[in-house]
């Protein structure tokens, strides 16, 4: 579900890959970034990957927050959006958990390609 989202929502060139972004390539990727720009939504994505489960519901997270079910709920919706955390519905709770896929995406999007040595002949 997420997987999908994620790569539909993000660019397949880097911004750092040496050519010119798209407008429309540069929004999406803002987008998923301004997803990651905030401390509580860094810290959720930190607390539902150091369960052991891989996983938590809202009520799980309140607590380490220090935040309102309303807030964390909030959060969780907009990481959900962006394609960072896959939702899955039982009963009457939801759990998150990351989509491993997306991270990397974006970690490979924003890693500058390695430049090739060249040497300088003499």
Request: glycine share 6%; no cysteine.
């Amino acid at each position: 579900m997420g997987d999908v989202s994620t790569r539909a929502n993000l660019p397949q060139i880097s911004p750092l890959a040496g050519e010119p972004i798209k407008r429309a390539d540069a929004e999406r990727l803002a987008g998923v970034l301004k997803a990651f720009a905030d401390p509580a939504r860094l810290r959720l994505l930190s607390l539902i990957q150091s369960t052991p489960e891989g996983e938590a519901s809202v009520t799980d997270l309140t607590a380490p927050l220090g935040l309102s079910q309303p807030t964390v709920s909030h959060h969780l919706r907009i990481l959900t959006e962006a394609g960072l955390l896959e939702r899955e519905k039982r009963g009457v709770w939801a759990y998150y958990r990351l989509v491993p896929s997306a991270i990397a995406t974006v970690a490979e999007l924003l890693t500058p390609p390695r430049k090739r040595s060249t040497r300088r002949s003499r």
